[in-house]
């Protein structure tokens, strides 16, 4: 390859990586100048990316997409999927009965209401909803 086509694949894959990462797949990719540079994302996420990345620039190199690199793809973009997202717990507003059955039994003065974690709910930006450990 020509020292050109390292710099265009080397655009591409930050392209690509860019467009991960505004997908919500956060890996941990720092952009790359120049092939010296070391590709900071987990061992997992390798697979999918090489194979994608085949996909992405097979067109610019005279290269052949076959079945399995297209298996491969899909399969290491799942597993980026998996490995990049971000599962922050959620909590039930402060305005929401906490409904029968909830209590201790005793006799004690306790709120009929979750506690106030309104301002957690509506400063999630992942719009990805796990479950609490507590469940």
Do not use: W
Request: hydrophobic share 40%.
């Amino acid at each position: 390859m020509e020292a050109d086509e390292y710099a265009d694949y080397i655009f591409a894959l930050n392209n690509y990586m860019t467009a991960l990462e505004a997908e919500g797949v956060s890996l941990g990719y720092t952009v790359v100048a120049n092939l010296s540079d070391a590709v900071t994302v987990p061992t997992g996420a390798l697979r999918g990316i090489i194979a994608n990345m085949a996909i992405e620039v097979a067109a610019d190199y005279g290269g052949i997409v076959s079945e399995s690199l297209t298996v491969a793809a899909i399969n290491g973009m799942k597993t980026m999927r998996l490995i990049g997202q971000i599962i922050t717990p959620s909590r039930y507003p402060g305005t929401l009965p906490r409904g029968s059955g909830n209590s201790d039994g005793s006799n004690r003065n306790e709120s009929f209401f979750y506690s106030d974690g309104e301002a957690a709910i509506l400063a999630e930006t992942t719009g990805a909803i796990g479950l609490e450990a507590s469940t």
